[in-house]
């Protein structure tokens, strides 16, 4: 829980604004891209000014198209200087890209995070690493402001919990994820839908891509470590984009030797951002960001320029050190 004191803080400033910019980390998942249209609903609902987007690929994952879009701006058209910006799921202003910008310069800057390795970045932080999903604080912050939570943000936000929990089977799902789910099925949110559209179906050029990435997977056993690469090209020849194989370090992650999965998506201007994964051995958060990523102690993401194997390595080469 987000201490009292702090919420009704947040929730004052947000109240006394007129217009709010909300941002989410780039190349969203279900908890950046859910908590923030979720809030941003509400505070549409509750009769604010609302803009929300997220820096380039300015590109909604087809996992989550089922989110509303209405409330989205490129990010030429983000304000340059927010009266009050909020901030969704991101540990530190570079995991805002372009938009990182207008968070500096806003006039209020909220923050609402979970990640351990959050900077402690922005004039109010609400940062629970306790919490399973930024959409849990969201929620207490909705409940402070006084703002209903109607099907359409209990959607958005229990897309927010389900995606962060691994579909409420990894470790941080604990009692508050499972009352506040059911209190957004409760609300109308249909978890089969959220589910099939999410987990149960990819485009057929998935299928291709995976195939390829996983056949071309490394396992180094001495380190306990899985790995392999995907380039943008391997992506385009099959016609699907990034947003499409988020699910793809799940399946990568199954092989049982490794404590350790790596996942290197080489993009078209040369940034490889690697997905680590852990079992459960090794604390791949601490180790993303001794790398200058970050994330949580099983799940964790960090971006490099150059090669893919050398990103990979430098992975391998810090793992005793983190387990
Ligand atoms: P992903 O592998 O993209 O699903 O990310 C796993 C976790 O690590 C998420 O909580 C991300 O927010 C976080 N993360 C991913 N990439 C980075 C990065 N470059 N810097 C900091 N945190 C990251
Ligand atoms: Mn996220
Ligand atoms: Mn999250």
Request: aromatic content about 4%.
């Amino acid at each position: 829980m987000i201490d009292r004191q702090l919420l009704e803080k947040a929730a004052a400033a947000i109240a006394g604004s007129k217009e709010l910019a909300l941002a989410c980390h780039v190349g969203p998942d279900g908890d950046a891209l859910g908590s923030m249209v979720g809030f941003g609903i509400a505070a549409r609902n509750a009769g604010k000014g609302v803009v929300a987007g997220f820096g380039s690929p300015f590109a909604v994952p087809g996992t989550l198209s089922f989110i509303p879009d209405d409330l989205l701006v490129d990010p030429d058209s983000f304000p340059e200087a927010p009266e009050t910006m909020v901030v969704f799921d991101a540990g530190s202003p570079d995991r805002l890209a372009e938009l990182g910008s207008s968070a500096g310069d806003s006039g209020t800057l909220v923050v609402i995070d979970h990640h351990v390795t959050n900077e402690g970045f922005g004039d109010i932080g609400l940062v629970d690493p306790e919490a399973a999903a930024t959409g849990v604080i969201v929620a207490e912050l909705l409940d402070v402001l006084g703002w209903p939570i109607t099907t359409d943000i209990a959607t958005c936000l229990l897309t927010a919990l389900v995606t962060d929990t691994g579909r409420f089977q990894y470790a941080n799902t604990n009692p508050a994820a499972l009352e506040l789910a059911a209190r957004l099925v409760g609300a109308g949110a249909r978890p089969d839908l959220i589910s099939q559209k999410v987990y149960e179906e990819a485009p057929f050029g998935y299928l291709k891509v995976a195939g390829a990435a996983l056949s071309r997977a490394e396992l180094d056993l001495a380190a306990r470590m899985v790995s392999t690469i995907i380039t943008e090209q391997d992506l385009d020849e099959a016609g699907v984009g990034w947003g499409d194989i988020d699910n793809l370090i799940n399946t990568l992650r199954l092989a049982e030797e490794a404590d350790v999965a790596v996942l290197a998506k080489v993009h078209a201007d040369g940034q490889v951002r690697l997905s680590v994964r852990s079992r459960g051995d090794t604390d791949v958060g601490a180790l993303a960001a001794a790398l200058g990523g970050g994330g949580h102690r099983l799940a964790a993401g960090v971006t490099f320029d150059g090669p893919p194997e050398k990103a990979i390595d430098e992975v391998r080469a810090r793992l005793e050190e983190y387990r």
